[in-house]
């Protein structure tokens, strides 16, 4: 299975700035997705980026507040926008290939002062 | 839409006591079915899938049987071990019939599992 790498593994930001995490994964992938994991709480898709088109966004997620990039078949990029304590939530990226099982990263852990 | 409901947590249990998780899921298409586990400070790991009706996933003990009749994948394992504490996600994603994801999981709410020696 593929090695995901993300980066930075946690930050404590303040309000108002923005945080940008980075995804690597040792092998091309077409699909790589972003998900949310509030406190004590499952994950929410939050978007599917795919090389070459713009990132599709779920509901209630917006691209100003999570603008993401994929530059390339092996990495991607996440900013939450504006942070507020809202915000504070571990965020993770996976990888998955046609019907093959999604496979993550060990995530972002994020908290806002 | 697509939907997974796991049984309430937390579950508390004494080493080498059984082990029922139960999930049940409704879903357009036709849906995988995975049970996900996440240790304390770490990212999730998948620990075992189910592709069709009346397959059994299996992993390091635990075992899961697609029900399509009864809607659910219940994890189960005979014997548990402090190391098994930790948060379990039942998830589900749905690919058409020729067997191509649509890619995007859907999660249960997660059971903490909490073993005791």
């Known amino acids: 299975s593929a090695v995901i790498s993300q980066k930075p593994s946690r930050d404590i930001c303040q309000r108002g700035t923005s945080l940008t995490i980075q995804c690597q994964v040792d092998?091309?992938?077409?699909?790589m997705f972003w998900y949310r994991q509030q406190p004590g709480q499952s994950l929410t898709l939050i978007a599917t980026a795919n090389q070459g088109s713009e990132a599709t966004y779920e509901s209630g997620f917006v691209i100003d507040k999570f603008p993401i990039s994929r530059p390339n078949l092996t990495f991607s990029t996440l900013t939450v926008s504006n942070l507020s304590p809202e915000d504070s939530s571990i965020y993770l990226c996976?990888?998955?290939?046609?019907?093959?099982?999604?496979?993550f990263g060990d995530g972002t852990r994020l908290s806002i002062l | 839409g697509n939907s997974v409901t796991q049984m309430e947590g937390p579950v508390t249990l004494s080493e080498e006591a059984f082990l029922t998780i139960n999930c049940t899921y409704t879903?357009?298409?036709?849906?995988?079915l995975f049970w996900y586990v996440q240790y304390p400070g770490e990212g999730l790991q998948l620990l075992l899938k189910a592709t069709k009706a009346d397959d059994k996933g299996s992993n390091k003990g635990f075992e899961a049987t697609y029900r399509k009749e009864t809607t659910s994948f219940h994890l189960e394992k005979g014997s548990v071990q402090v190391s098994d504490s930790a948060v379990y996600f039942c998830a589900l994603s749905v690919h058409n019939a020729g067997g191509t994801s649509y890619g995007k999981l859907t999660f249960g709410q997660g059971t903490i599992l909490t073993v005791h020696p």
């Open positions: 879903a357009t298409g036709y849906p995988s």
């Open positions: 092998s091309q992938v077409t699909m």
């Open positions: 996976s990888v998955g290939e046609g019907a093959q099982p999604q496979h």
